[in-house]
């Protein structure tokens, strides 16, 4: 608008590119140009290797550096992906997790309908070299998988934004039939990764974990059924008081022993 | 064949990809690997500035050495379309041309109808500074061009190949994701109801439901959110053990209350 904006007003709202402990700047700046050439803007950094700000994120950045300078950084990825409903996490391989798997196309359909609705949605992208770990994909809602030749698996990880990206691109205007939006508030990210906290701290008070060898399985298990339903807000509400509900007893329990 | 070639027979027969005048051999590689990723391999290059073979075009291709070793010199893109029937040619910005123009999608579309008739197709892609000039479009069939933000276009060499391979895999029918969630044992309904009696219980026990009135309505959220993500059986089995243990716990203090 009034030529200020360089994105232009149509190309705001894309999903936030959020990436996991991105190894070079080089890609941190390759990220933010493929983002631009599609529009997105919202890039956020979870511990990137080298600090941040980073000289040569900008540098490859080139014309792109709207987006690096208002990149946000996070500790995180639960801190990054606080406010956002839908989280994907891409992997280039098969999960031993129960989630709903999506090519781009769909897996860009599936943020739309979120974003247009007025929701914060985004994707997690792993390091360079190992990608994203179990416990990380854990708390997306949905994992992308890009449709690539099994024998010869190489993108990179500008490659696999840019792809999301011009799948986003490609879902503007689109004339296909949307899915309805849910009725109920979806719970933002920070909300349910506090109900993974509160009930993963009452089972440990109540020795559910055990042996303890075996806690990290048991927890995996446990997030992949609390992610997948898409719970709103008022559902992990009642999640939490059930939680609650148990701790107060076993207080009373612990208080008496 | 016979475990000796790396992208499988399932990847053969893609459209040609015609580099005109590439001047960098990094981009050939890179190039060369993003064809690999989605299965294409005919390479042709039309008098690259720096000449053929080129040791940083091996360098950058990785992996892909087999579509470098394979490309093949041509001194004018007459000759290097000599034997397709259909030519695209990418281009990033309009044209005083009469041609249809095509996003990858469809271009991709266009390419599958040829192809899977037994026709030779191919895409030209342009300098990477300059692009393909008029007179080269001229000798193609119709225009492909990348729906980037016209405000932020800075697609390379390798992206705007990886766009058109990526979108060349999309129309093999493989539009599913190619690895499966693992197969999950749905629970029987008898398996999730025996749990709803179960948590209701326990939740009596802890007075959960307070005021009493509210018993039923709290009871049908609780519900809602069990049935609604399809639990598989053992994640029923899961939650069985999370409330049993609660149990446990307040059991405790009951026996010492």
Not at 228 to 251: A, D, I, Q, W
Request: hydrophobic letters at 45%; proline letters at 5%.
């Amino acid at each position: 608008m009034a030529g200020t904006n360089r994105t232009g007003e149509i190309m705001r709202g894309g999903p936030a590119i959020i990436l996991v402990e991105p190894q070079l700047g080089e890609n941190i700046g390759m990220v933010a140009r493929a983002m631009a050439n599609f529009g997105l803007s919202d890039l956020r950094l979870v511990n990137p290797r080298d600090g941040w700000p980073n000289e040569r994120a900008v540098a490859a950045a080139s014309r792109a550096d709207h987006v690096i300078e208002a990149a946000r950084l996070f500790d995180t990825i639960e801190e990054a992906a606080a406010d956002l409903t839908f989280l994907l996490a891409t992997t280039a391989r098969a999960r031993d997790s129960h989630k709903t798997v999506l090519g781009p196309r769909d897996a860009a359909a599936a943020l739309r309908a979120r974003i247009d609705v007025g929701q914060g949605a985004g994707i997690l992208f792993g390091r360079e070299r190992t990608g994203l770990e179990n416990h990380e994909v854990d708390l997306a809602d949905t994992i992308v998988t890009f449709p690539v030749n099994p024998a010869f698996a190489s993108l990179n990880l500008a490659q696999a934004v840019l792809l999301m990206s011009y799948e986003w691109m490609n879902t503007t205007g689109e004339t296909a039939p949307r899915f309805q939006a849910p009725e109920q508030v979806p719970a933002e990210k920070d909300e349910l990764y506090r109900l993974f906290d509160h009930l993963e701290g009452a089972l440990d008070k109540a020795n559910y974990f055990h042996p303890p060898a075996k806690r990290e399985a048991m927890i995996h298990i446990l997030r992949g059924m609390l992610t997948r339903p898409g719970f709103s807000e008022g559902e992990v509400r009642t999640l939490r008081g059930v939680v609650r509900t148990f701790e107060r007893s076993m207080g009373r329990a612990g208080a008496e022993e």
